[in-house]
């Protein structure tokens, strides 16, 4: 199922890249897998019942015989334990049936309950269940900071995604991360928002270390836009309320606006009411960052985390973006991951990440660097 869903997503590159032959033939594999699967599992199921009736029969028939021949048994009396017994048999039938199920639910059982296990190990809040209104959105005074962090993928055979990361974020300020694809950038707004989990080192958020806590709370203060963000098959007004149940039509306006959404979804013939598709597919890549960025807004978020979520706009529109950030610089904490110049030109501190490590912190108005290993290679961009 997983595998058809992923084809069906991918439809378009599949019939671009003429792939429809080879797609075809790994359904039919798959098709003809479940087939022979499901064929094994009646052969297994019949003949295991045929085992059981040759082998009722027999034991039926050896009871006979020897209380006829050997006990000396009269007719009647064998007769009326075989209807005793045939009164009895389905009795008999039925617990070997629920037996049988048991059996055969068991490994699925076994497997539900590891996942559930893991699950709860995976917990973030214990006494969990904390509703979103009872977490008050964190206010963040002196900052946050990365103390040594380091991280590494499960299965990615000892490389280090981060390694001996160290950085001051202040509040209030513009924060801009760049470097190559790759250089562990996503990884490491992943770290701050407490995603993930370092494997040495901290993030203090203003001196206390990130836990279940003041986790929540953290989380509830950010507006994040992922690197491929996600909308879901509804009307564009469906897709901002997801955020913020209460907003107002001025609101929602207000948000599409700073987002340079406004116009497009004026343009529409439903506006608001507009249905997107499935991920918000009737939608252009530029359109529908706009449109999250729009929605991370809408919170009101007292930190912005921005990943690469300019990078499908023209030019216009990132400027009118740009400008609308820079508005909101001194309001609010922005993390800004970017590839273009453009977009970091305002920036208070530029920290640049090369394949997993601090190549450089710039600070604005101040050259120079801050805890790189390899000051060298330090970068002034924008
Ligand atoms: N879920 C993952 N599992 C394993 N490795 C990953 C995963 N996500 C990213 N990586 C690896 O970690 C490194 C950093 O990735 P990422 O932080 O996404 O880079 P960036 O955002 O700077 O382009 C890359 O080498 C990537 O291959
Ligand atoms: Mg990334």
Redesign the pocket.
Known sequence: MGGITDQLNGIKDIKSNMLEASRIRWLEDWSERIGGERLEHTRIRMNSQLCYKLAASVIIGCFIYFSVVSFRMQGEQVLLIVLIFSRLWPRFIGIQANLQQIAAAVPAFTALRELQKECFDATEISGGGAAEHDVKPLQIASGIECRNLSFR????AGAY?LRGIQLHIRPKEMTAIV?P????????VDILMGLLQPESGQVMIDGQPLTGRNLLSLRRSIGYVP?DPLLFNGTIRDNLLMMEPHATEEELYEALHFAAAGEFVARLPQGLDTMIGDRGIRLSGGERQRLVLARAILRKPSILVLDEATSALDMENEAKIQEALDRLKGHMTLII?AHRPSTIRNADQVIT?EQ?RLAGITQAGKEGTAGAETPQSARVVG
């Open positions: 993928y499960e299965g990615s995604a470097g694809s790759g250089a562990g950038k996503s990884t490491l690197q991951i990440l997993g």
